[in-house]
């Protein structure tokens, strides 16, 4: 349902901010309204496209706001992100593993979202490459790509991260190392060292004050929850190795640039509540719910991402550092004449990339951005000020 997400938003934020102090949101939340309003719009600036051969005349059009909150720009991103990755990723096999904190952190997550999520990256890539370089485990260093994700099947709040590692690694000699085992790294013992790791890095944050205490909470308590935690069992899962490269960048691709929601997940909108189908590709099933139009605005708004945090992230052998490191383990894990392919399966074939609309009519080459005129990427003075009126 396209431009449905824009009329849930219309028709609810102002109950929405109408329960807010000072019926305001946080500059994350205003900025992922104002793309989501003004979205392919003049408010975003327009682009000049033209032929390269030069070919008249040239076409304007409307500017896409690129907001990772966006569902007009999500499909478009995702796609990008799988092509590059395709052809960067190793033809080995790689596990898939996901790592979840405690809700008890939410709070402490939700008010101070960047160094949170930075630290829970950390985490999760010091657990496993402490594993990894381990010679019980594989004795080398691998390579990953960890996606974090704020919501659950059902848009809720529950943050986590994805990884994909490679099974095996470079030992310091250059040689490509297999894993020791065929499950690559235990979850039981993934699942301890990550908890000791995150549980440390809360209690340094809130010791150093990079981590804030949110209101009406103290730092003594923190303090006890991270303590009484450490006893606790923590969701960590390692799926067992796929073999198929090109099925597990799509899988983890699939929760990168989307956002929670997208408008083909959406059934129907009767101005009142919101019908979603849910599909999970793994669990292999289907099932519907519904939300009412401010509990929708509500968990999109809780799931805008933070800007300038980079909710995608490269480690060890993926780390754009690493370039020659991860062309010398190419080489060894497959022969030269395969490594002009790219990818061991092309992306989906319904909605192809490349295919782009914007051709020339006269020789069919791909029209080019001539020229851009930016809009803004944050929402004036006067677009808050209205909305502020219609919640008051
Ligand atoms: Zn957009
Ligand atoms: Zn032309």
Same mark, same amino acid.
């Given at each position: 349902m396209r431009g449905v997400i824009r009329n849930i938003f219309d028709d609810h934020l102002p109950t929405v901010l109408a329960e807010r102090e000072g019926h305001d949101l946080s500059e994350r939340e205003w900025r992922g309204v104002w793309c989501?309003?003004?979205c392919r719009t003049a408010a975003q600036g327009t682009?000049?496209?033209a032929c390269p051969d030069g070919h008249g005349p040239v076409q304007e059009a409307f500017n896409s706001c690129h907001h990772r909150g966006c569902v007009q720009c999500g499909w478009p991103a &995702? *796609?990008?992100?799988?092509?590059r990755r395709q052809a960067q990723i190793l033809h080995c096999a790689h596990i898939h593993t996901i790592w979840t904190m405690p809700d008890v952190f939410d709070p402490l997550w939700l008010y101070n979202r960047s160094t949170y999520t930075t630290l829970f990256f950390r985490a999760c890539w010091e657990t496993v490459q402490t594993l990894m370089a381990d010679p019980r485990?594989?004795?080398?260093r691998p390579g990953m790509l960890a996606v974090f994700q704020s919501w659950g099947d059902y848009t809720q709040r529950h943050p986590h991260i994805h990884a994909i590692v490679t099974a095996g690694g470079m030992d310091k000699d250059g040689h490509w190392q297999a894993p020791k085992h065929s499950f690559v790294i235990c979850a039981r013992v993934a699942m301890a060292l990550f908890r000791g790791k995150m549980r440390a890095f809360i209690l340094d944050g809130l010791a150093d004050g990079s981590l804030s205490c949110?209101?009406?909470? &103290? *730092?003594a308590h923190w303090i006890q929850e991270a303590n009484r935690q450490g006893l606790r069992k923590w969701n960590v899962h390692v799926q067992p190795p796929y073999a198929e490269t090109g099925r597990v960048i799509r899988y983890i691709g699939a929760y990168l640039k989307r956002g929670p929601l997208s408008e083909r997940r959406i059934e129907a909108y009767d101005g009142q509540t919101v019908r979603i189908a849910h599909k999970h590709s793994e669990k292999h099933n289907a099932d519907n719910y519904e939300l009412s139009g401010a509990e929708c605005v509500?968990?999109?708004?809780?799931h805008m991402p933070e800007p300038w945090l980079h909710t995608s992230r490269a480690y060890g052998l993926y780390h754009p550092a690493a370039a020659t490191m991860l062309t010398q383990a190419r080489?060894?894990?497959q022969p030269a004449a395969d490594?002009?392919?790219?990818c061991d399966t092309p992306p989906p074939a319904e909605r192809p990339v490349s295919a782009s609309p914007l051709c020339c009519p006269i020789c069919g080459r791909r029209l080019y951005v001539h020229l851009r005129i930016h809009g803004g990427q944050s929402p004036p003075e006067e677009f808050r000020q209205q909305q502020r009126e219609r919640a008051a």
């Amino acid at each position: 349902m396209r431009g449905v997400i824009r009329n849930i938003f219309d028709d609810h934020l102002p109950t929405v901010l109408a329960e807010r102090e000072g019926h305001d949101l946080s500059e994350r939340e205003w900025r992922g309204v104002w793309c989501i309003a003004t979205c392919r719009t003049a408010a975003q600036g327009t682009h000049i496209l033209a032929c390269p051969d030069g070919h008249g005349p040239v076409q304007e059009a409307f500017n896409s706001c690129h907001h990772r909150g966006c569902v007009q720009c999500g499909w478009p991103a &995702t *796609q990008r992100w799988i092509e590059r990755r395709q052809a960067q990723i190793l033809h080995c096999a790689h596990i898939h593993t996901i790592w979840t904190m405690p809700d008890v952190f939410d709070p402490l997550w939700l008010y101070n979202r960047s160094t949170y999520t930075t630290l829970f990256f950390r985490a999760c890539w010091e657990t496993v490459q402490t594993l990894m370089a381990d010679p019980r485990w594989c004795g080398a260093r691998p390579g990953m790509l960890a996606v974090f994700q704020s919501w659950g099947d059902y848009t809720q709040r529950h943050p986590h991260i994805h990884a994909i590692v490679t099974a095996g690694g470079m030992d310091k000699d250059g040689h490509w190392q297999a894993p020791k085992h065929s499950f690559v790294i235990c979850a039981r013992v993934a699942m301890a060292l990550f908890r000791g790791k995150m549980r440390a890095f809360i209690l340094d944050g809130l010791a150093d004050g990079s981590l804030s205490c949110p209101p009406n909470t &103290t *730092q003594a308590h923190w303090i006890q929850e991270a303590n009484r935690q450490g006893l606790r069992k923590w969701n960590v899962h390692v799926q067992p190795p796929y073999a198929e490269t090109g099925r597990v960048i799509r899988y983890i691709g699939a929760y990168l640039k989307r956002g929670p929601l997208s408008e083909r997940r959406i059934e129907a909108y009767d101005g009142q509540t919101v019908r979603i189908a849910h599909k999970h590709s793994e669990k292999h099933n289907a099932d519907n719910y519904e939300l009412s139009g401010a509990e929708c605005v509500r968990r999109l708004l809780l799931h805008m991402p933070e800007p300038w945090l980079h909710t995608s992230r490269a480690y060890g052998l993926y780390h754009p550092a690493a370039a020659t490191m991860l062309t010398q383990a190419r080489s060894q894990i497959q022969p030269a004449a395969d490594a002009s392919t790219a990818c061991d399966t092309p992306p989906p074939a319904e909605r192809p990339v490349s295919a782009s609309p914007l051709c020339c009519p006269i020789c069919g080459r791909r029209l080019y951005v001539h020229l851009r005129i930016h809009g803004g990427q944050s929402p004036p003075e006067e677009f808050r000020q209205q909305q502020r009126e219609r919640a008051a």
